[in-house]
């Protein structure tokens, strides 16, 4: 390791200065922990790509010469960035690793301060399943590496971020669009799509801001198409163009995938079970399946508990800006993945971009019931049972 992975740590822990909004030692702790805890994962991922094929390699050794072609966005952008970085600053295989795992550091403290906002917000203490989730090895893991995952994550939630409080924080909204456009141009299309439309319906948005930034989203939304259509070689508005696309993404999947194509030949609601639930302890394959599956009994808890109250996530979709766009971003990213991924691998880790979207609505529900049971358990004692109720009269 050289100065540039000690730059890289401590770009990790400069993260501490954002995270927290009320400043106490339990906050403190949980910090330092999810610190301490991807610094770890990083030089595990690293160990890890030794003996096996990553796409890690690819960015960092450019073994075809990408960086010699002409420049573009997602792939192409990445390896032209870290090609430049190593021209520039030098650096090994593994100091890439801990500088890459800064930006994954910053994305999962910015999900950890979104939560912390949203009990602020709500009233009520910060339940300790929020730690549990905050914790979960799957975001620890995909990325902690020198690829796109990071980047990706961090730009997903600053975008939620930013819409909790958007009259300050618009210009954040704007870094995370641009980001995303960086490493996956259509990501950065769907996310100006679902926030112009978290726009138009429900309330809490002023008249006036709401035409302006629908004006803005829609200018964003048709120069991020033609961005789209550049870096993707596709008509957007020809639906037999996109229809192509997919076909010849699904037959380089299937390729990818060896015999029998992998998850691309299967229906589409088998692949949207693949993507949010699997692998779940009987397709498990070694530690790795099994860290999975564990962190997929939660997704099929949160799936459950948002069925189950399904009528607060609606009114707080009506009322609350965050929440209609987490929910439409979430929707239409689990639509784009169940159509676009091939292997159980893959889909863990490109879900990982919708993981903010998810843990915010599921939060907000979640802590909204859980103060409804406490409210009701508390007037339950104060109110007695008037079949309980002592007899005082004088006999």
Same mark, same amino acid.
């Given at each position: 390791?050289?100065?540039?992975?000690?730059?890289?740590?401590?770009?990790?822990?400069?993260?501490?200065?954002?995270?927290?909004?009320?400043?106490?030692?339990?906050?403190?702790?949980?910090?330092?922990?999810?610190?301490?805890?991807?610094?770890?994962?990083?030089?595990?991922?690293?160990?890890?790509?030794?003996?096996? %094929?990553?796409?890690?390699?690819?960015?960092?050794?450019?073994? @075809?010469?990408?960086?010699?072609?002409?420049?573009?966005?997602?792939?192409?952008?990445?390896?032209?960035?870290?090609?430049?970085?190593?021209?520039?600053?030098?650096?090994?295989?593994?100091? @890439?690793?801990?500088?890459?795992?800064?930006?994954?550091?910053?994305?999962?403290?910015?999900?950890?301060?979104?939560?912390?906002?949203?009990?602020?917000?709500?009233?009520?203490?910060?339940?300790?399943?929020?730690?549990?989730?905050?914790?979960?090895?799957?975001?620890?893991?995909?990325?902690?590496?020198?690829?796109?995952?990071?980047?990706?994550?961090?730009?997903?939630?600053?975008?939620?971020?930013?819409?909790?409080?958007?009259?300050?924080?618009?210009?954040?909204?704007?870094?995370?669009?641009?980001?995303?456009?960086?490493?996956?141009?259509?990501?950065?299309?769907?996310?100006?799509?679902?926030?112009?439309?978290?726009?138009?319906?429900?309330?809490?948005?002023?008249?006036?801001?709401?035409?302006?930034?629908?004006?803005?989203?829609?200018?964003?939304?048709?120069?991020?198409?033609?961005?789209?259509?550049?870096?993707?070689?596709?008509?957007?508005?020809?639906?037999?163009?996109?229809?192509?696309?997919? %076909?010849?993404?699904?037959?380089?999947?299937?390729?990818?995938?060896?015999?029998?194509?992998?998850?691309?030949?299967?229906?589409?609601?088998?692949?949207?079970?693949?993507?949010?639930?699997?692998?779940?302890?009987? %397709?498990?394959?070694?530690?790795?399946?099994?860290?999975?599956?564990?962190?997929?009994?939660?997704?099929?808890?949160?799936?459950?508990?948002?069925?189950?109250?399904?009528?607060?996530?609606?009114?707080?979709?009506?009322?609350?800006?965050?929440?209609?766009?987490?929910?439409?971003?979430?929707?239409?990213?689990?639509?784009?993945?169940?159509?676009? @991924?091939?292997?159980?691998?893959?889909?863990?880790?490109?879900?990982?971009?919708?993981?903010?979207?998810?843990?915010?609505?599921?939060?907000?529900?979640?802590?909204?019931?859980?103060?409804?049971?406490?409210?009701?358990?508390?007037?339950?004692?104060?109110?007695?049972?008037?079949?309980?109720?002592?007899?005082?009269?004088?006999?």
């Amino acid at each position: 390791m050289s100065l540039v992975g000690v730059a890289g740590l401590l770009l990790g822990l400069l993260a501490l200065s954002w995270g927290m909004v009320v400043r106490d030692n339990r906050k403190l702790g949980l910090f330092v922990a999810i610190i301490v805890a991807h610094a770890i994962t990083s030089a595990l991922y690293y160990y890890y790509v030794q003996n096996s %094929d990553a796409d890690t390699k690819l960015y960092y050794y450019d073994p @075809y010469g990408f960086y010699s072609q002409p420049f573009s966005l997602g792939t192409i952008f990445l390896i032209y960035l870290v090609q430049w970085l190593k021209s520039q600053i030098g650096g090994s295989y593994f100091d @890439y690793f801990l500088l890459f795992q800064a930006i994954g550091v910053w994305g999962i403290v910015l999900l950890a301060r979104i939560l912390e906002e949203l009990t602020i917000v709500l009233d009520e203490p910060w339940p300790p399943l929020l730690t549990i989730m905050v914790m979960m090895p799957g975001m620890y893991f995909w990325t902690s590496a020198i690829s796109k995952d990071g980047p990706l994550f961090f730009a997903c939630a600053l975008a939620l971020w930013a819409t909790m409080a958007l009259s300050r924080r618009w210009a954040w909204m704007g870094v995370a669009v641009v980001l995303m456009m960086l490493f996956r141009p259509h990501v950065a299309l769907l996310s100006m799509i679902a926030f112009a439309l978290a726009l138009v319906a429900g309330r809490g948005v002023a008249t006036s801001v709401r035409v302006m930034l629908v004006g803005l989203s829609a200018v964003a939304v048709i120069a991020l198409a033609g961005t789209v259509q550049a870096s993707l070689r596709i008509d957007l508005s020809s639906v037999g163009s996109i229809a192509s696309y997919v %076909d010849n993404q699904s037959a380089v999947a299937a390729n990818a995938s060896g015999t029998g194509g992998g998850i691309v030949t299967l229906p589409l609601p088998v692949k949207l079970f693949s993507l949010l639930y699997r692998p779940f302890f009987f %397709d498990a394959g070694g530690i790795f399946g099994l860290v999975a599956s564990v962190q997929n009994i939660f997704m099929v808890y949160a799936t459950f508990l948002l069925i189950r109250e399904f009528r607060v996530w609606r009114a707080m979709f009506r009322e609350s800006l965050p929440i209609r766009f987490a929910t439409l971003f979430l929707a239409g990213m689990v639509l784009m993945l169940s159509v676009m @991924y091939y292997n159980v691998g893959l889909g863990l880790r490109q879900r990982e971009m919708f993981t903010p979207a998810l843990y915010l609505i599921f939060c907000s529900v979640y802590i909204v019931k859980r103060g409804q049971r406490a409210v009701a358990a508390r007037d339950s004692r104060l109110v007695p049972d008037p079949g309980n109720v002592p007899d005082l009269r004088r006999n």
